[in-house]
């Protein structure tokens, strides 16, 4: 208490305990709820009135009570006008009363045994009168000067935009007909933003996480009441706490954030959380730390009150066994999905038409041997070798086909002037000069042909891979990355919440390096090659199209 004001001020313990003290001021409950922020009262944030308490003038100390609680003071301010004049608020500016202590403060919580603060009583007689423009004059007593600092202040008009301001229905009571109704397009300002302490933001994550129990508690069944464990610190903060933090405004979103709290990140946040006995918690691999379970029967837990929280972050009621995690919307259609590569082929103009009908339609393995019997049979080339396996070569056969990147079986053949019918089905398949390979995805009971303009377009190239990247990061981090995922129709983000799960790890979506704009990449912390595979298997993918590529192995000299 410095040497230019030396006022005693009554806590609201002193309040409570002595009626009409100070004059009583009404404001709504929300508005309250942001004096209990730090927040000053401003004009248009008064209610029950005109006429106010007679008392209530300028630098007067005065207690605010919420309307649904009208007996039951909430915070001790001083009149920065003559409030008791006032004939109309709505459409008015400025401050009203000046905070100095309210419920929730350090004062409120004080106590010799280090047990807290104590809640208001619902009600107290003496207090909510109509009339107290007598018991003013007992604060008086309270004033170490009979100086009153009266010197004049410029009025100062501010104070942040309520979110939202609600019709109460019935908080008033019968002895006071006379409610003040604020007009949400007449009242931009009711209080006054401020910055918050580092205990104050610290208190809000507490609670917060108390209040994601609390709710997952009345929404779930026991025992884990809808929870997925372990949960990782992304979901903790983005589904239990930030839903339950009392952000109003944007200036207020940014002052509750992890990192201007003392803890400054979700590890040592969770830490707290394990000191205060309300959870339990592991390091894993690569330093992150996550919750393995929680004290749902802690006295914490169990004597939560909800506070009022912003319309769009009400709690609702979550699906039974819901976890915490919110995947990406829209269900995982891959799960479960039948998955068969099949290899086509165009051939070339060595080939047309002799051999093959055409170069531009796509033809199977079984389709080319097919046509390359019916060449055989049509040009008697077959039972005329030294064996019934064997086919006798004529000139297209030996110079399309074998002297085409003639190797030394093809001068064998060539020499003895007879193949078996199977190397020269492979020999024709495997040369790229004389078939190009491509490769189409086809669904569940799709089969392939060339007349079905409904499948798709047949790609180029050696068959698609899912490929899984082992690596090492900085120090002995280990990280694993899945690329290719959307060839397959696997959404990436849908299969990185997947994996967050069932790895107890941390995930991430990027973009693909080197990959083409829009390829995505999913890193996962440690090295999780086992549970992807199941996961790919899961979602159609054959064990021949994974490919693992481990960086972490030393190299051999």
């Known amino acids: 208490m410095g040497k230019r004001e030396q006022r005693l001020y009554p806590t609201v313990y002193t309040l409570w305990h002595n009626p009409e003290l100070v004059p009583l001021l009404h404001t709504p409950r929300y508005v309250v709820e942001k004096l209990h922020g730090g927040a000053d009262l401003m004009t248009p944030g008064l209610a029950r009135g005109p006429p106010f308490p007679n008392g209530a003038t300028r630098n007067a100390i005065v207690g605010v009570a919420s309307l649904d609680q009208p007996s039951v003071p909430l915070f001790v301010g001083i009149c920065e006008i003559d409030i008791s004049i006032l004939e109309k608020v709505q459409g008015a500016k400025g401050h009203a009363v000046k905070g100095v202590h309210w419920v929730g403060d350090e004062i409120w919580n004080w106590s010799e045994v280090g047990s807290g603060g104590r809640q208001p009583p619902n009600e107290i007689a003496g207090w909510d009168e109509e009339d107290v ?30 979110d939202e301001l609600e019709t109460r229905n019935g908080l008033a009571d019968a002895k006071a007909p006379m409610v003040n109704q604020i007009d949400p397009d007449e009242v931009a300002e009711v209080i006054e933003e401020r910055e918050l302490t580092t205990k104050e933001i610290d208190d809000a994550f507490h609670k917060a996480f108390l209040y994601g129990i609390y709710s997952a508690k009345q929404s779930g069944s026991p025992p884990h009441y809808g929870i997925e464990f372990p949960i990782q610190p992304s979901p903790l903060v983005s589904q239990l706490i930030q839903p339950y933090l009392p952000v109003f405004s944007a200036a207020q979103a940014q002052q509750y954030s992890i990192k201007k709290t003392s803890w400054k990140n979700t590890k040592k946040f969770i830490k707290h959380l394990e000191k205060q006995n309300l959870c339990l918690s592991k390091d894993r691999n690569g330093g992150e730390t996550v919750i393995l379970d929680v004290d749902f029967d802690d006295r914490q837990v169990k004597d939560f009150v909800p506070y009022r929280l912003p319309k769009s972050k ?137 007349a079905d303009t409904t499948l798709p377009k047949p790609k180029a190239g050696s068959l698609p891979q899912v490929v899984v990247t082992i690596e090492k990061r900085t120090g002995t981090k280990v990280v694993s990355k899945v690329a290719n995922a959307e060839i397959f129709g696997i959404n990436p983000e849908l299969l990185a919440n997947e994996l967050q799960k069932k790895c107890a790890s941390s995930t991430s979506v990027g973009q693909l390096v080197g990959g083409k704009p829009g390829m995505l990449e999913v890193l996962v912390q440690g090295d999780q090659r086992a549970t992807i595979e199941k996961e790919l298997a899961r979602r159609g993918i054959d064990r021949r199209w994974v490919d693992i590529n481990d960086k972490t192995k030393k190299k051999k000299n």
Not at 133 to 161: F, K, W
Not at 361 to 381: H, Q, R, V
Request: net charge negative.
């Open 133 to 162: 423009s007598g018991a003013v004059n007992g604060v008086q007593t309270l004033s170490l000067e009979a100086q009153e600092c009266d010197e004049d202040e410029e009025e100062v008009d501010g104070g942040a935009p309520l």
């Open 314 to 450: 009400v709690p609702v009621d979550k699906p039974k066994n819901a976890g915490i995690s919110s995947p990406v919307s829209g269900t995982d259609s891959s799960v479960g999905q039948k998955l068969n590569i099949q290899t086509v082929y165009r051939a070339s103009a060595k080939l047309v038409p002799d051999l093959i009908p055409s170069k531009a339609d796509y033809y199977t393995s079984s389709e080319i041997t097919a046509y390359l019997k019916t060449y055989l049979e049509n040009s008697e080339l077959l039972g005329k070798g030294s064996s019934p396996r064997f086919a006798k070569l004529d000139p297209f056969l030996a110079n399309n086909v074998l002297g085409s990147n003639s190797s030394a079986a093809d001068t064998n053949a060539l020499a003895a002037g007879e193949i078996t019918r199977d190397a020269l089905a492979r020999r024709i398949l495997e040369d790229r000069h004389l078939c190009s390979p491509y490769w189409v995805l086809l669904r569940d009971n799709q089969k392939w042909s060339s």
